[in-house]
């Protein structure tokens, strides 16, 4: 059993993992302004991908270039990447929070994946949960409010594609090295968004630049704080503490960026986040 300590250590580090994603996702943003969204996506995978190939080529030696499910591994990484793609143009388009809250209905699309491809068998509980959380959703999108927000569509998107991803991480979770797992989820989009954003270049500014490698470094210090976090506390403990981006994403988002947080945006969160929770609670009583 884990003593407290380490309990409360694994929790500290997924907040703070949590906080690192807002905010990589906050700057992202910033840098859209600044370059193309694709170029921005490429120094995010190609920065994070050099300096998590730098870690674990010191600690690993080349054990994690050694796949045993290498077309597995791309499918994975290919799915992070289209959430990735479509997250990053809602950012470019919509609040910070907004965007990040959608992005919080993965949980919700997990479950109902499960039940569609895993042929999981869930209880009135969390078909409840799901519906709530999905009236949540359409808060934060808030049609009859001040009409739907198209680009918050991107959002949603990412979510679906960032639930299949993480059913494809609990597939290849026990039979795949976990460096090598580490490694393969943003390799083989950097190698990709290399050789596409040639065409449509522009050389960043040294300061742009720089955010633009902050940006992976960020990414790489949120995956790696994450990984630790979990050799501390079982997952199933952490998950929840996850939410902490969506608060961190809201706050972000009104002091850098100006925002405001509307009520129903307000509301859906707190509806959503509470939907995720509870499908969480249910699956670990």
């Keep these: 059993m884990k003593s407290f300590s380490s309990l409360l250590t694994g929790i500290l580090l997924t907040v703070l993992a949590g906080s690192v994603f807002a905010g990589m996702d906050s700057l992202g943003k910033h840098l859209t302004t600044l370059l193309p969204v694709l170029q921005v996506i490429w120094g995010r995978y190609f920065f994070q991908t050099l ?22 591994q791309l499918v994975r990484g290919m799915l992070l990447l289209a959430a990735t793609i479509c997250m990053y143009n809602a950012l470019a388009r919509v609040p910070l929070a907004d ?30 949960a799901i519906i709530a959380g ?3 959703m359409l808060l934060i999108l808030r049609p009859g409010f001040a009409g739907i927000e198209p680009a918050l569509g991107f959002a949603l998107a990412a979510s679906g594609f960032n639930a299949c991803y993480l059913l494809m991480t609990r597939r290849l979770a026990g039979t ?26 522009e050389t960043p500014a040294p300061a742009t630049l720089a955010l633009l490698v902050l940006s992976g470094v960020a990414g790489s210090i949120g995956h790696f704080t994450l990984v630790t976090a979990f050799s501390h506390a079982p997952a199933s403990l952490l998950s929840p503490f996850l939410y902490s981006q969506v608060l961190v994403a809201s706050i972000l988002s009104v002091v850098l960026f100006g925002d405001p947080l509307q009520p129903p ?19 670990n009583r």
């Design 265 to 283: 945006m307000i509301l859906g969160t707190v509806i959503l986040v509470a939907s995720g929770l509870y499908i969480w609670w249910r699956e």
């Design 51 to 72: 300096v998590l190939g730098s870690y674990l080529g010191a600690t690993t030696g080349t054990r994690f270039l050694k796949a045993r499910h290498p077309y597995l």
């Design 176 to 201: 795949e090295d976990a460096a090598s797992t580490q490694f393969n989820t943003t390799a083989a989009g950097a190698v990709i968004l290399t050789l596409v954003i040639i065409p449509f270049w």
């Design 99 to 128: 965007a990040t809250a959608v992005l919080f209905f993965t949980p919700i699309v997990v479950t109902i994946l499960s039940v569609m491809v895993l042929k999981e068998t869930i209880g009135i509980h969390r078909i409840g």
């Design 134 to 136: 999905f009236c949540g």
